[in-house]
């Protein structure tokens, strides 16, 4: 079956420091990945996403990379901040007639030290 | 100006009880989730909902039933808790957009069962 996965639970980085948040997935024809961030106490929040036609994508402060050849993602934060303190999930949408359910990895908990 | 709201926010009871939670999308969207997240903040859908028809049951125990009155509702009632139904449970909603659709999700209900 699918699967998403993430390697760490836990990140911690400076404040400043630029940080990086892994996720593996098992599906070859797998071709749409989300980040989600979720703060404490609140729901999952859309970060970014990206298709494999594409190899990156950037947003604000943020760049999403896939490796398709080792079925590898990546969220990137640069000069991370302390509002960034969150749970980041990859997540895969899986179509199902006319929805979608969407496969979330393990998250990775990201502490900004100040 | 809530896109997803959900209530309510916290709920404690007692093993055996039957509760509701509820959920309200103001976005316009077809497609509605429930998703559970489990103590270790694992998310795994539940239901998924469109124009008011089930389409996804993820072999939830039948203790659990949605109930859709309209497009910008989705209930989820529970009967006869168990300890194991802990959990914060997370409503979504999301407009299928090429068939990837990015999803909404509201606060969050934190249940605790006794």
């Known amino acids: 079956g699918e699967s998403v996965g993430l390697h760490l639970p836990t990140l911690s980085v400076q404040e400043g420091d630029n940080s990086i948040i892994n996720c593996a997935y098992s599906?070859?024809?797998?071709?749409?990945f989300i980040w989600y961030k979720q703060e404490s106490g609140k729901g999952p929040q859309f970060i970014i996403d990206?298709?494999?036609?594409?190899d990156k994508r950037q947003g604000q402060r943020v760049t999403v990379l896939l490796n398709k050849t080792v079925k590898h993602l990546s969220l990137q934060i640069a000069a991370t901040q302390p509002g960034d303190s969150a749970v980041y999930f990859c997540a895969e949408p899986i179509r199902s007639g006319n929805t979608g359910k969407l496969i979330f990895g393990q998250g990775t908990t990201l502490q900004v030290k100040p | 100006d809530t896109a997803v709201s959900q209530t309510p926010k916290y709920l404690v009871t007692q093993m055996g009880n039957d509760k509701s939670i509820k959920c309200e999308q103001n976005l316009g969207h077809d497609t509605m989730y429930w998703y559970k997240q489990d103590s270790k903040k694992f998310l795994k859908i539940m239901f998924s909902y469109n124009n008011k028809e089930l389409i996804i049951n993820e072999t939830v125990p039948n203790r659990f039933s949605p109930k859709s009155p309209d497009k910008a509702h989705l209930n989820l009632h529970i009967n006869s808790l168990e300890l194991g139904d802990s959990a914060v449970y997370f409503c979504?909603?999301?407009?299928?957009?090429?068939?990837?659709?990015?999803?909404?999700f509201g606060p969050g209900t934190r249940l605790l069962v006794l």
């Open positions: 979504a909603s999301s407009h299928r957009t090429g068939g990837q659709e990015t999803q909404y």
């Open positions: 599906n070859s024809a797998s071709d749409y």
């Open positions: 990206i298709r494999s036609n594409m």
